[in-house]
């Protein structure tokens, strides 16, 4: 069964319903993953989603923060939601689709300021965030999975627009890319949207303070789309859809693409 799958931290669902659904009508991606949602889970427009064809949605939200969602055309049931490093946070749901495939959908905390946990929490929490993640799929070994989200992390020299100016900068640091490579490690999880796309810079996020984000071109790769390796071979035909930051009153994340023939 192929299908196509999305994954978007769009920055409110209520406040851009209005660009998920031009979304939905343009691309129709089968399966729409989003992050940051900022609504409690009754609060979500589902019925906008609804009307063009996403009868199924499976969420964790909570009011004005954090927030994750999975809107699907096809039939998919909750499997799971993990409260990690005990934040009490909306930052991680689990769907199953009838054909098996398991989809998490995570929101990795942004991790503050300073890359330091001692004088800064948030960043302590984003580092625990990554090593429950990390212990909990050593644990809990995925098979017929794909972890999507925004994992707030740019790990790769090309997935930001200067290694070296943001080696001491939160979301590159080479502590949080070391975080990161053993959660992928846990399970072996192949980075689709890399392989797909091994060479040149590659970007998902522009700040909004950059006057001109298009030209300026400071971008990250921080959202993230990985497959088991039992799977890994059935996904591909990656793509970013960077036009989508420049639509009005955008999010500052592109939604990230790819397709599923199992």
């Not at 890359?115 to 644990?139: C, I, S």
Request: glycine share 6%; net charge negative; aromatic share 8%.
């Amino acid at each position: 069964m192929p299908f196509t799958l999305a994954t978007w931290n769009i920055n409110s669902v209520r406040l851009r319903k209005g660009l998920v659904a031009q979304l939905m009508r343009e691309e129709g991606p089968d399966v729409l993953c989003l992050q940051e949602c900022k609504s409690p889970v009754d609060k979500i427009p589902f019925e906008v989603f609804q009307e063009l064809g996403y009868d199924h949605m499976v969420a964790n939200g909570q009011k004005g923060y954090n927030g994750v969602a999975i809107l699907s055309k096809l039939p998919i049931k909750e499997v799971g939601r993990e409260d990690f490093a005990e934040l009490g946070h909306a930052r991680h749901i689990a769907g199953q689709l009838e054909n098996g495939v398991t989809i998490h959908n995570f929101y990795v905390p942004a991790g503050g300021d300073k890359p330091d946990r001692e004088v800064n929490v948030k960043f302590g929490q984003k580092l625990d965030y990554l090593t429950e993640m990390r212990d909990w799929f050593h644990a809990n070994k995925p098979e017929k999975s794909i972890l999507v989200g925004d994992l707030n992390i740019a790990p790769e020299e090309d997935d930001v627009w200067s290694h070296k100016q943001l080696l001491k900068i939160v979301s590159h640091t080479p502590i949080e890319v070391e975080h990161l490579a053993q959660v992928q490690d846990s399970a072996n999880w192949v980075d689709v949207t890399r392989r797909d796309i091994p060479e040149g810079k590659l970007y998902s996020w522009w700040s909004y303070r950059a006057k001109d984000w298009d030209a300026a071109d400071k971008g990250r790769r921080l959202d993230h789309l990985w497959a088991t390796p039992d799977i890994a071979e059935a996904c591909g035909n990656s793509r970013i859809l960077r036009h989508v930051r420049g639509w009005e009153q955008p999010s500052d994340h592109a939604p990230v693409f790819a397709e599923v023939d199992l």
